[in-house]
């Protein structure tokens, strides 16, 4: 039985290696939250790193989740070997998976392309993750990479991708949003406003200003909030009550099943932009919708995660050819007069 790690991240990325681990027969699945090496790893330990997905609550979430779902935890990937590695990001790449096979997995909307971007595609050497995950795909170590649309393969392949590394499947997670409709959240007819943590990844953003849009723009209708989960949860309940003193924070909840119920949406730059308009809600976003809507992930009716693990078990079948390979030049090496057919 060959042996599979899967790095996880935030939630949505955790649950989302979740399910492709379980459409993965005859297969030994470990788990662990995400990592780095050298400064970063050391950063992250001290918690400096905290709102990123190396520590603070995603780190923690994580860790919970793995432990209530009963998977089997490997901190960091140390205590076996691997056949295969399926990560959720590559915007760092730790060096105990260097040579492995490798198998990249979309994690949802990625940046815009704005400055810090260009800047690393001018000086390729700067760290990736300082773009965020506008440059989600750019390290170009892994064997294949599972994207969520048609639209996002062209973004990738536009942005230096090579084509052939990359398999459109869609993402498990946005795959089959109308089963949100179905939902147990307890409200509806609401404006729903998703936050985005600028300030959290050292952007700049005006949230005061922000919130005046959306109380004109919610223009007396009930108002929820839903935080990023990298978001300062004190600071922002403290500015949204200051100005919407009405309004009612979540820190934690499905927003996916919030935005099934509500009537109007509004977000900053963030992944359930989709969610919104995949249920033809009502949306007002800072991103580009027409682009958005081509983007869109695929609704496959939920088979991403079988789609995502169907291209494992094809890396996985490539490892045990290339060792079969191996082990037959070794023994050609050894008896050279097999190789001369004696």
Request: some cysteine; hydrophobic content about 35%.
């Amino acid at each position: 039985m060959k042996n599979i790690l899967f790095i996880c991240g935030s939630i949505n990325q955790t649950t989302q290696m979740h399910q492709i681990s379980q459409h993965l027969a005859n297969t030994n699945n470990y788990f662990t939250p995400y990592f780095a090496d050298g400064v970063e790893d050391i950063a992250a330990k001290i918690g400096l790193l905290d709102f990123t997905v190396l520590g603070g609550r995603h780190r923690r979430d994580t860790l919970e989740y793995l432990y209530q779902n009963h998977l089997n935890v490997d901190h960091r990937g140390e205590s076996r070997e691997y056949d295969l590695v399926v990560t959720c990001s590559d915007l760092i790449i730790q060096k105990n998976i260097q040579h492995k096979k490798t198998l990249l997995v979309q994690e949802g909307i990625t940046e815009p392309e704005g400055v810090i971007y260009a800047l690393y595609k001018t000086l390729p050497i700067l760290p990736r993750y300082l773009a965020n995950t506008a440059t989600a795909g750019l390290s170009d170590s892994y064997d294949l990479f599972c994207v969520a649309s048609n639209g996002y393969s062209q973004l990738f392949i536009r942005k230096g991708v090579k084509p052939e590394k990359i398999v459109v499947t869609g993402i498990p997670n946005f795959d089959n949003l109308e089963k949100h409709l179905n939902n147990s959240f307890g409200m509806k007819d609401y404006v729903l406003v998703a936050t985005t943590p600028y300030r959290e990844s050292f952007r700049f953003e005006d949230r005061m200003s922000f919130l005046e849009q959306v109380k004109l723009q919610a223009n007396g209708k009930p108002l929820i909030f839903k935080l990023h989960p990298s978001e300062e949860p004190e600071r922002a309940t403290f500015e949204i009550l200051s100005v919407l003193p009405d309004a009612r924070v979540f820190t934690h909840g499905n927003v996916n099943d919030m935005i099934a119920n509500a009537s109007l949406v509004i977000t900053q730059q963030s992944t359930c932009t989709f969610v919104a308009l995949a249920l033809g809600k009502e949306t007002h976003t800072y991103l580009n919708k027409d682009e958005l809507n081509y983007l869109l992930p695929i609704q496959n009716g939920g088979i991403s995660a079988k789609l995502i693990a169907q291209q494992a078990q094809k890396l996985l079948e490539q490892v045990t050819t290339e060792r079969l390979i191996g082990l037959g030049s070794q023994k050609f090496w050894k008896f050279p007069e097999i190789a001369q057919g004696r």
